[in-house]
């Protein structure tokens, strides 16, 4: 007996027990289409998370000082340090910015709400990324006058405004117990983001010259930390290596790890990596009915081999070899998880999209997981089915024949 006529057989079988077949594959079915809801989801929510950090800024990076260890007045960041850095690394930064943050309350006459500034140039555009939608951004002449300019959110303008055309208008912002009045030059949005509401809460932030919020603050030279944008293409841990080194040279404080740079990039490695362990465990378990479906498929199998005791013995008495029996019950195993697998697969993908449009993450099903989960199935009938096949192939002619 040749494979064809051995599918042949088995396929007779098989739909001459409909029911029992299916109830066999139920296992199969459950398992398969279980890991590839899982795993279709997991790939797409962290091609989604890849996508947000693009928007993000996947070059964005922290220069700060390290919390954990004790620091002088001397160790603080100059703005000489962020000239030295911009000029030592032009063609691996795309702009660095001190960090120059406060938080205020702008008042209208309606009501009084809670704001961020801050403090920008006219390459800040390249770290935080914003559409402009009226007016313009901070230009260097802004930020070398010190002008009390200011570039605002959709939101705020609608909310302080009730509209977007208000170039020109002064904004009052209350910092502490002093009052400042910024001019409008642009306004803003950020670009519309899956994530987006997701732990962000109020008005986006103002953005003002930083050299006028130093001095609106009244804070001199030093600061504490500084954002960076490091370009595509840059291998981001040498160049960040080589940035801290410099600054601890400058400032005398060689090997005492007083600095560390926080990069999106890092952020994202360790949020992938904790998403795909999720996906791998949540995959693990629901392949735990695979093998439920397996032993469901060893079960079956033994009923066959019984109830066709018969059958096998007239094949052997008219000269089926012994690997003939084999393989004729081996291809039904692997035929019923087969089938198994198929229907699986199209109920997984099916359930992938409809929990997607749920949770708003896109699924994301390739060739590779369908044919591993088809791949997985075939392999469950072969192993499970192996010692039924085995044991049928080694029944006694005579014996056989004489079962009733």
Known sequence: MNIFESIQVSLSAILANKMRSLLTMLGIIIGISSVITVVALGEGGQKLIDKEFEQFGAGRAYLSMNWSENYLTKDLLTHDDIDVLRDTFPDDLEAIVPGV???????????????????????????ENVDIIKGRYLTDADVKGKRSVAIIDKGMA????????????????????SQVSL?????????????????????????????????????????????LSIRKGIDTKTVTNKMISLIERRHGNEGENKYIIQTAEGELQSIN?????????????????????????????????TERTREIGTRKAIGA????????????SVIVSGIGGIIGTIIG????????????????????????????????????????????????????????
């Open 183 to 227: 001019v409008i030059i642009g306004v803003y949005e950020k670009p519309r983001s899956s994530l987006q509401g997701m732990g962000e809460k109020g008005h986006g932030s103002i953005f003002l010259p930083y050299t006028n919020l130093e001095q609106m603050t009244g804070g001199g030279d030093r600061f504490w930390d500084a954002q």
């Open 349 to 404: 993908v099916g359930l992938a999209f409809i929990v997607s449009s749920f949770i708003k993450i896109p699924p994301s099903v390739s060739i590779k997981t369908i044919a591993i989960a088809w791949l997985f199935s075939a392999g469950v009938g072969i192993f499970f089915g192996i010692y039924p096949a085995n044991k049928a192939s080694k029944l006694d002619p005579i014996d056989a024949l004489r079962y009733e």
């Open 101 to 127: 943050n406060e938080r205020g309350k702008v008042r209208t006459k309606s009501k009084k709400f809670d704001i961020k500034l801050t403090g920008a140039d006219e390459n800040y555009i390249k770290i």
């Open 158 to 177: 609608l909310d302080a405004f009730g509209r977007t055309d208000i170039l020109g208008e002064s904004i009052d912002i209350e910092l502490g117990e």
């Open 321 to 332: 070899r012994r690997k003939d029996i084999l393989l004729q019950f081996l291809v039904e």
């Open 273 to 305: 990596k904790i998403t795909g362990i999720i996906t791998v465990v949540i995959g693990a378990i629901a392949a735990i009915s695979l093998l439920v479906g397996g032993i469901g498929v060893m079960n079956i199998m033994f009923v066959s081999v």
